[in-house]
């Protein structure tokens, strides 16, 4: 087996990295090739004694030169997607028994980097951001077929990471028919998702479990839902007994969707909406003139913005960002309420995104007192070895 492969060797100090499980073989690291290789195949990579490290796919044109799948040889073929794809099933349904729509694939959590997999109900999603993987599309999707069977299984391959991989844009059905929303299930709330137009893979399932654990501090509670998108934190509190939402975004179309999940899940005379940006409505709330005061009105607010940073160059600017969406909603939160916050940048680590509140709290005359910390849903599972496999770290203060 392999035994025609090229090889990969790489510099000296590069192999304890990729031997504690990292599958990036940056280009920078590579010492050379024992022969030519093709873009998308399959080639054995090796430390510059001659030692074996693994296999994993080649990509002369991306930044990451190599993506090891396997410590041991392997043939990367139908048997061993259906192997990859089942044993990540049975990861989900360890620690979501019961859910019906979560992540199946995450990538190099699951030792498949380059792909990704959503189940929406009996809809699956396909995301491939490595030149190997869309390669193998085909045979993934009848993998997918054979174990799932679903209805429908789409391509929403739009991400910027296909850019560096020398990928143009794909999106579509690649098997079975989809017409209009999916009403997809999220711990007993139905949320109507277009899958086809819709934002990223459809939803967030990465906040799912979280949903339900700040929901919690939600009954009797006036609660403003910053980022609302689809409604998945305002909806939940809703249900655990909020006297009243108040949901905000910029899209239309998000607050066009959430008003109708509202409805459709019998939430909607708690719940109200805005069509607005977030930092200007909250700047006009907490701008007072001279001698007025500001009267804090919310007992849960939450913030949950898309990552303000892709990169660590940009990353002084996106602190700055959640400096201020902090600083003034911890002005409109009551003694004693809770602020649910999340950061999805990898560039921003819970370190420093706590410093960036505890700043904020300083500057607002607030004490805080933490009172949870929130991480991604296990359908995105964490491996310490891959930091890039940890995200969406997230916390929740009570104003003390």
Request: charged share 25%.
């Amino acid at each position: 087996m392999n035994s025609t492969l090229a090889t990969v060797l790489v510099r000296p100090g590069e192999a304890d990295r990729i031997l504690a499980g990292h599958p990036w073989i940056y280009t920078g690291s590579v010492l050379r090739l024992t022969k030519p290789a093709v873009d998308g195949e399959l080639v054995q990579v090796k430390d510059h004694r001659q030692r074996f490290l693994g296999v994993g796919l080649y990509n002369s044109k991306s930044k990451i030169a190599v993506r090891v799948l396997a410590p041991e040889r392997v043939d990367v073929d139908a048997a061993f997607f259906e192997r990859r794809i089942r044993a990540a099933l049975a990861l989900r349904e360890k620690h979501l028994p019961g859910a019906s729509s979560f992540r199946v694939v995450n990538a190099e959590s699951d030792f498949l980097s380059g792909l990704v997999i959503d189940k929406y109900e009996d809809v699956l999603v396909v995301q491939t951001s490595a030149l190997g993987m869309d390669q193998r599309k085909e045979l993934i999707v009848q993998v997918l077929g054979k174990i799932f069977s679903p209805r429908c299984i789409l391509e929403k391959n739009d991400t910027a990471f296909r850019k560096f991989e020398g990928l143009p844009d794909a999106n579509g059905v690649l098997a079975g028919t989809l017409d209009g929303p999916v009403a997809v299930n999220l711990n007993g709330l139905k949320f109507d998702t277009d899958l086809l137009a819709g934002h990223k893979t459809g939803l967030y399932l990465d906040q799912q479990v979280n949903y339900q654990i700040v929901a919690n501090a939600a009954k009797g509670a006036r609660v403003l839902d910053c980022f609302s998108f689809l409604g998945g934190f305002g909806l939940h509190a809703a249900r655990a007994g909020a006297e009243h939402v108040l949901m905000l975004d910029q899209s239309a179309d998000a607050i066009a969707a959430a008003t109708r999940n509202a409805a459709n899940n019998g939430l909607a005379d708690k719940c109200s909406f805005e069509t607005v940006n977030v930092f200007d409505w909250l700047k006009a709330q907490t701008t007072a003139k001279p001698h007025e005061k500001i009267i804090p009105r919310y007992d849960l607010i939450i913030l949950d913005p898309p990552s303000f940073t892709r990169s660590r160059a940009t990353v002084p600017d996106a602190l700055r960002g959640y400096k201020e969406i902090h600083l003034r909603a911890m002005k409109l939160l009551r003694p004693g309420g809770t602020l649910a916050t999340f950061c999805c940048s990898h560039h921003v680590d819970a370190v420093t995104f706590q410093g960036v509140i505890l700043d904020a709290a300083f500057d607002a005359h607030r004490i805080l007192r933490r009172v949870a910390t929130y991480t991604q849903s296990p359908d995105h599972p964490v491996i310490p070895s891959i930091p890039e496999t940890e995200y969406l770290k997230g916390f929740a203060f009570e104003i003390a």
